[in-house]
């Protein structure tokens, strides 16, 4: 597959997976060999619960891409994730507190579907809009 079909895919993942939480087209979209999170989710049972479970926790989050990147079999994906708090996202009780992380995904397509993908986000930013830590001084 060229750049722009695997950047499809990865479109096709973030808006419908895991913006929608809709799996009925999974098996097009993600390889059955998948794993991501550092190798936590080693399979598309495994995605479908952790992402249905984070979604009670944020249930009005939301994920808008703001750019694809490719080269070859890799897809970079930046996005903007916002949401409410109201579940415990980070915590065993929630902060009520309204988030919003820049998230950047690397995705490895192989054979037209998503076979691995890394996530980071600033984690220090979303840890000060939940109130876990204080905000950065002004300057």
Do not use: C, W
Not at 23 to 33: C, F, K, N, S, V
Not at 65 to 81: P, R, T
């Amino acid at each position: 597959m060229g750049i722009e079909e695997n950047k499809e895919v990865v479109r096709r993942y973030l808006t419908e997976i895991l913006g929608q939480l809709d799996y009925t087209h999974a098996g097009e979209l993600m390889h059955e060999d998948f794993y991501g999170l550092g190798g936590t989710l080693k399979s598309l049972e495994e995605h479908e619960k952790y992402f249905k479970a984070q979604r009670a926790k944020i249930p009005d989050s939301r994920m808008e891409i703001i750019d694809l990147i490719a080269d070859g079999d890799k897809v970079v994906a930046v996005s903007m994730l916002t949401g409410t708090d109201t579940g415990g996202f980070l915590s065993p009780e929630p902060t009520n507190n309204y988030m919003e992380t820049k998230v950047i995904g690397i995705y490895t397509v192989k054979n037209g579907k998503i076979a691995h993908g890394d996530v980071t986000y600033d984690g220090l930013k979303l840890y000060q809009q939940l109130g876990f830590y204080p905000p950065m001084p002004e300057k």
